[in-house]
Structures are given as structure tokens and as C-alpha cells.
């Protein structure tokens, strides 16, 4: 898809979240987000889309299986971390389709709204180039281990409400990768991988971003329909049944991403 001034930036980020070749998607996304930047690009906020494709768009490979089926390998072979840089590659994956499918679906936001999620977008593709990258210095591809699909379904439960999407998929699913990170680093660093650990560093850099994002327009949102947002993500979250947080918790990073010192007192 080429850039022209009169591309739309929620069509195109519907056509790149089309796109089944994992690398090519995020290439072009990396782009598109490079485009609006130039101001490349036009925004329709009001424009109602209808998808003429299947969404998301994913190479045959990883096959995807329920998480308890994914298989736990050893870090001291070299096969064990690339089957972790595999999982994060695969996790960054749906974290690209999932700020593109918050891109398109929802009309009638504020502008900047769409442009916060395409920078996620392209921070998103660009984490999953950097780790297929080093996945390839170990001798293994995307796609050679299986994956889970947790991400993109709890996308799909909530693709009526934005309201729901934003209290559960960056507050909730993603806000997990904020506590996960760190341990993981430490385990890459601990197995001698010092150039995985780096890519970590990065990753939860931007993460504290992408929530803070989730957690910027939960609140709008919230405001708008004049909710308390904790009593309203209360209710959300029972009725998507949404995963059950448990500790331990990275309370800096989640301070830094933007939860309320009442929300952090509710984890422990």
C-alpha cells in the first residue's frame, strides 16, 4: 500500500491489519506511523467502516493452541530462549493487531485518540521486528513454536464498546507485560542473552506508554459517561471475565502508566 496524501489513516490501518505476512505488517506499519508524523495522511474521525476482509490477517505459522498446551522449555538451551523470544515476538504481534483494530472500529473519538494508538502501533511493530531479528540470530524464524491467541480474544469480546476494549485490553491484558517484564529480563540476562535482555528494556519502556494510553482514554471515556472508573471496570470485568490479576505487581510501572493510587491499593 503506497502513501499518498489522500490515504485515510483508519482505512489503511484496517488494510495493514488485513495483512497476513507478519513481517510485511510491520514493515507497513512502522511506515504508516512514519507517514501521519510527515503529515502524510488524512483522518476521517466520523467515518463508519465496514471490513471487506478477514481481520486480523496471520501467516499459517505459529499454530495457536490454548495457553496450558504451550510447552515449557528449559533457558539454558539455546532452543528454550528462543521459544521465550518466540512467545514475546507473538505477544508483540497481537499487541500491532489489536492498536490497529482500535484504530479503525471506533468512530467518533477525539483526533488525538487515533494518533496515541498508532503509536502504539508502530512501537508495537517495531518490538516485534527487534525480536524476530535476535529469534533469528539464535537459528529459529517466527512461526517455528506454537502460540495463544488470548490477546486478539479478548479484542473480539469487546469489539462493541469501546469503553470495554480500552478497560481490558491495555488496563488489563497488556498491563500484565508491566509486571512479567522485568523477571523475564532478569532471566535472558541471568542465561547470558545480554542482547535480549536489551530488547526488554526497550519493551517495557514503551509498555509504561501504551498503558498510560489505555488508561488516558479509559478515563475520558469514563468522564464522558459520567462513571467512577473503578466501580465501571468492576463491571466490565465480570462481564467479559476478564483474567484475575495476581501479584507479584510492578507498582513503579504501574504508577508510571498512569493507575490511580486507590486503583494500586485494590491489587494488594
Known amino acids: ?28 506499519v512502522r511506515q504508516l506511523a ?7 495522511l488524512v483522518l476521517d474521525t466520523n467515518a463508519t467502516i465496514n471490513p471487506q476482509q478477514a481481520i486480523p ?13 504451550l510447552k515449557r522449555r528449559s533457558m539454558v538451551t539455546t532452543e528454550g530462549r ?14 500491532i493487531n489489536l492498536a490497529l483494530d482500535a484504530i479503525w472500529r471506533f468512530n467518533n473519538m477525539p483526533a488525538d485518540y487515533y494518533a496515541d494508538w498508532l503509536q502504539v502501533a508502530g512501537e508495537e511493530a517495531l518490538h516485534f521486528s527487534l525480536l524476530t531479528e535476535h529469534l533469528q540470530c539464535l537459528g529459529y524464524t517466527y512461526g ?39 523477571p523475564l529480563r532478569a532471566k535472558l540476562a541471568q542465561a547470558g ?10 519493551i517495557l519502556r514503551d509498555e509504561i506508554g501504551h498503558v498510560r494510553i489505555g488508561n488516558r482514554w ?12 473503578i466501580v465501571a471496570y ?14 507479584p505487581f510492578n507498582m513503579e510501572a504501574r504508577r508510571a502508566a498512569g493507575f490511580s493510587e486507590l486503583e494500586l491499593a485494590l491489587l494488594d
Open 82 to 95: 528462543a521459544a521465550l523470544i518466540h512467545a514475546l515476538a507473538h505477544i508483540e504481534f497481537n499487541a
Open 57 to 69: 490477517g496471520r501467516p499459517v505459522k505459529p499454530e495457536l493452541v490454548a495457553p496450558r498446551l
Open 218 to 229: 479509559y478515563g475520558y471515556l469514563c468522564e464522558q459517561r459520567c462513571l467512577d472508573p
Open 144 to 182: 517455528d513454536f506454537t502460540g495463544h491467541n488470548s490477546l486478539w480474544e479478548m479484542a473480539e469480546k469487546t469489539q462493541h464498546d469501546i469503553l470495554a476494549r480500552m478497560a481490558l485490553v491495555p488496563r488489563t491484558m497488556e498491563a500484565r507485560g508491566l509486571d512479567a517484564t522485568p
Open 34 to 40: 512514519t507517514a501521519w508524523l510527515a503529515n502524510e
Open 1 to 28: 500500500m503506497s502513501t499518498t496524501q489522500s490515504e485515510e489513516l483508519r482505512q489503511a490501518a484496517l488494510f495493514w491489519l488485513a495483512e497476513s505476512d507478519a513481517i510485511n505488517k510491520a514493515s507497513g
Open 193 to 202: 542473552d545480554i542482547a535480549a535482555a536489551g530488547i526488554m528494556d526497550v
Open 234 to 247: 468492576e463491571r466490565l470485568a465480570a462481564q467479559y471475565a476478564a483474567p484475575v490479576l495476581r501479584g
